[in-house]
């Protein structure tokens, strides 16, 4: 079945980075728009970040400048880097297409930023 795979969440301290990691093992998944999603902890998932095959990416106010989302479609993989972390991107980070069309969630994977 076709799933996606996050990885490389971790705890880290403000201001440290972090990058994570998404594979998609979807034979289209080079074809779309992927997005990064952020559940904080007792709360929804929602849209932070997005790619679009060709690469253009856009933000949420709140992580435009800190974050940077990248793909490498020969990998079917799909990047999150996230520099300056603050207290409020402590949360559950997902991958999958954007709201409206996604395919089956994967486990996502968690950061927590503590001091």
């Known amino acids: 079945q076709e799933h996606f795979v996050e990885s490389g969440g971790a705890l880290k301290q403000p201001g440290e980075s972090l990058r994570i990691s998404c594979v998609g093992s979807?034979?289209?998944?080079?074809?779309?728009?992927i997005a990064w999603f952020r559940r904080p902890l007792g709360g929804g998932r929602a849209v932070i970040a997005q790619?679009?095959?060709?690469?253009?990416?856009d933000y949420i106010d709140s992580v435009k400048g800190r974050f940077t989302v990248s793909r490498d479609n020969s990998r079917n993989t799909v990047y999150l880097q996230m520099n300056n972390l603050k207290l409020e991107d402590t949360g559950e980070y997902f991958c999958?297409?954007?709201?409206?069309?996604?395919?089956?969630w994967g486990r996502g994977t968690r950061v927590i930023v503590s001091s």
């Open positions: 999958n297409r954007l709201p409206g069309y996604e395919w089956p």
């Open positions: 790619i679009t095959p060709g690469g253009f990416d």
């Open positions: 979807h034979e289209a998944f080079d074809s779309k728009n």
